[in-house]
């Protein structure tokens, strides 16, 4: 069981500025409402300017909640889009192989960044949710579907199904403080959707956010990224790959249908669609382009035989499940369930 969170800022540093402070009290409320001891990293709350300054403050916060005997849950601030900055700071004397542990690591985004750079490490990781997006929503309570992973993920270290929301919601466009109690507005959700292939797969899931996949590959955002990426190895080579399942979702930034052919055709060309078990799809933000990314993603795979599944609440649409990484997984569409050995 969950009782000492620590939370800190790993790409952004938004919660450290006074016009989330409504929101992040909100939070801190909810998270010991839930029995939960809150900490900050010394770092986490220095703001937008600094946090980006300083990846190595980030990563420094990083490997000392790692380190720290009394911390049980590392939750990520918020994503961002430069999470590839703390490299060298975790990578280039084994820092984060040195304190590597068992916690439990969650947060969504650009921190999918971090997520590959647990996978390396040989440490296991939660993909989701993230305290500002999540934990702190302005609505009454966290969404019911999002908050009962939550709750199970604290209460039992670990997620053992996930189902589909019976709802989507439309993102936020206002979060001032006068938007605190307003619910969010739902709609109807189709369940698990089987594009192509088997509806039964199994295998490791592995990925995250798209956009931040494809920023390892590509130096449009960051010139340096891909350098970076290359130089500490972050994506993995093919064979790491071999039987994994595929997570892919977008971000709020909506990426246009050829940005996105472009993304997942830098994905192929890494050969692991030769040897992935299957793919899992996240709902895009309020449905965006949800026609056109089916048809490129099956497009791009060029391979009718690999299962992919579209529609999963996981991601930057709400609500969010939580998926644990590293952790074997058999996604079976007919019956609407992935469960988690």
């Known amino acids: 069981m969950v009782r000492n969170v620590a939370i800190v800022s790993l790409s ?10 409504h929101e992040v009290e909100i939070g ?41 005997p009394e911390v049980d849950m590392i939750l990520c601030a918020i994503g961002g889009d430069d999470s590839y900055r703390l490299l060298p700071y975790l ?8 304190a590597a542990s068992d916690k439990i690591f969650l947060g969504f985004s650009d921190t999918t960044a971090n997520h590959f750079m647990f996978h390396k490490a040989g440490m296991r990781s939660f993909y989701g949710q993230a305290f500002l997006s999540d934990v702190c929503e302005l609505a009454p309570d ?4 999002t908050r009962r992973y939550f709750e199970e993920l ?13 709802v989507w919601y439309e993102a936020r466009t206002d979060f001032s403080a006068g938007q605190i109690g307003t619910p969010l507005r739902p709609h109807p959700n189709r369940g698990f959707e089987l594009l192509q292939g088997a509806p039964v797969f199994s295998g490791e899931i592995l990925g995250g956010c798209l956009d931040t996949m494809y920023d390892f590959f590509s130096g449009e955002r960051y010139a340096d990224a891909p350098l970076l990426c290359a130089e500490y190895g972050l994506f993995p080579k093919a064979a790491d790959w071999a039987g994994k399942i595929l997570l892919l979702e977008t971000s709020e930034e909506k990426m246009p249908p050829e940005k996105y052919a472009k993304a997942v055709s830098a994905l192929k060309d890494t050969g692991i669609f030769g040897v992935i078990s299957g793919v899992l799809c996240g709902k895009p933000l309020d449905g965006a382009y949800d026609a056109e990314y089916r048809r490129t993603l099956t497009e791009v795979i060029g391979d009718p035989g690999l299962p992919v599944v579209w529609n999963l609440s996981a991601g930057h649409a709400l609500p969010r499940c939580i998926i644990p990484l590293g952790r074997r997984a058999t996604v079976d569409a007919e019956n609407q369930v992935i469960n988690f050995e």
Do not use: N, W
């Not at 703001?47 to 990846?55: A, K, W």
């Open 28 to 68: 801190v409320r909810r998270l010991e409402e839930l029995g939960l001891t809150v900490r900050f990293m010394p770092h986490a709350l220095k703001g937008i300017d600094y946090v980006r300054s300083h990846p190595e403050q980030r990563a420094a916060d990083l490997l000392q909640a790692l380190r720290d």
């Open 12 to 21: 952004s540093g938004t919660i450290g500025e006074d016009f989330v402070r």
């Open 154 to 166: 604290i209460r039992t270290g670990t997620i053992r199904e996930i189902r589909p929301s019976e």
């Open 91 to 98: 990578f280039g004397r084994g820092e984060l192989s040195g």
């Open 142 to 145: 966290m969404p019911p579907y």
